[in-house]
Structure formats: C-alpha cells, structure tokens
C-alpha cells in the first residue's frame, strides 16, 4: 500500500497531489490520523499535527500537510486537509459554509477558523478562482468506534448533511474508524481479528454508509 501511494499519479497534469479532507467530531483522532500517516513514512514518530483529547478542537485552522517518504525523501502525492472538529451545537466547531469553501478550494492554508462567522468571498484569505489542483478530491469522515453510539443526534444530522453535500458534488467519501480496539475484546487481542468481528461489522453498517478505513487506538 505504501509503495502504491509513492507512485500515484493523477489523471490531470494540472494536479501533482491529491486532497484528502479529514472531517469529523472534535477528538476523534483526526490529527493523530495524520501524524501516524507522517511517522510511518518518515520512518519515525512524528506529532508535526497538533493533537489531544479536549472537549473543544485543538486544530484551530484550516491546515494542508504533505507527507514525506523518509527523513530526506520527497513528497508523497498526497497532501492531508485538517479541520477544525464538528460539534453539535450551531455556532459551535466548523461551520458548513466553510466546508463547502473548503471542498471548492477557496480557503487558504493556516485559514483561522471562526465559528460564528463563515469566510466571505470578500475575504482577504478567499481565493476567488481555484483550480482544480485546489479543491478536495476525497473526504474522508473520521469517526471514534467508541462514541458512535452515544453520538448525540444534532451532530449525526450534520455528518449526514455534509454527506449529502459531498455526494452532490460528486466526490468520493470514506469513514475512518479509530479506536476498534478498545470496543471489542476480540480485537484488542489481536488487530487482525479486526475483519472477523460481528460488532464492528455492526457499527460500520450503523454509521455513514461509505467505503471504511478500520484504525487502531492512535
């Protein structure tokens, strides 16, 4: 899988990397999602992503991070979009008109969120005209295995209402699922049983219905 994500190549000569968004509930590992991705090909930890456990999003602003293959190696084809996390009340975490900016390609890196307020076009950090090598190519919605049966109904009305958006624009989604490890004992024991287990075979049919991604506790 590595080897293959070393040498993708794009159908467009305009895009040189592909724009994976990262959406979803504040601390469901989101920014550890991308800090593992960075260690695993640099061949050592990395926390270049800020990351934690807070009942609030520690990731502020909208973030582009490329990944390297190796201390000295170049980048990989990839480039990952953090966002500030989703919460369930209104005017609280990302709000949804910035995510269609930023699925459009019109916010810019280091974009400092507000809540309360969306980016307007007039805007000095909207970009008017993006290109195609701007906008998102994949979401991908990351989604704590422990939290998906208490995840309270305002915010799966806004996962689903993002959903439909993206569908609409016809981009391709997954789910991320982290922490399998620690909702089922078969799994804990050993992560190759993750494929074999009923109950998250259950909770993967319960939540998004998208193509999954099943992580470990990060």
């Known amino acids: 899988m590595m080897e293959s994500i070393k040498v993708y190549t794009s159908t467009s000569s305009s895009v040189t990397h592909a724009r994976v968004l990262l959406i979803g509930p504040v601390g469901a590992g989101k920014s550890s999602f991308f800090n593992s991705i960075n260690s695993v090909f640099r061949g050592h930890v990395s926390n270049q992503a800020s990351a934690g456990c807070l009942t609030t999003s520690l990731t502020t602003q909208f973030r582009t991070y490329s990944v390297k293959a190796g201390q000295a190696g170049k980048s990989l084809p990839i480039t990952l979009c953090d966002t500030m996390g989703l919460e369930e009340n209104m005017g609280a975490g990302l709000d949804m008109d910035d995510i269609i900016s930023i699925l459009k390609g019109h916010l810019l890196d280091s974009y400092q969120f507000n809540p309360s307020a969306p980016l307007l076009s007039e805007a000095s950090g909207y970009r008017k005209s993006p290109g195609l090598k701007d906008k998102i190519h994949c979401v991908v919605y990351v989604i704590d295995a422990c939290k998906v049966s208490i995840m309270p109904t305002k915010l799966e009305q806004k996962l689903e209402a993002i959903r439909r958006k993206v569908n609409l624009m016809g981009i391709p989604q997954l789910v991320l699922m982290t922490q399998v490890d620690e909702v089922c ?30 992580m470990k506790k990060v």
């Open 185 to 214: 004992p078969l799994v804990s024991q050993d992560i190759r049983n993750i494929y074999r287990s009923g109950y998250i075979k259950k909770m993967v049919r319960s939540t998004l219905n998208c193509n999954f991604i099943l």
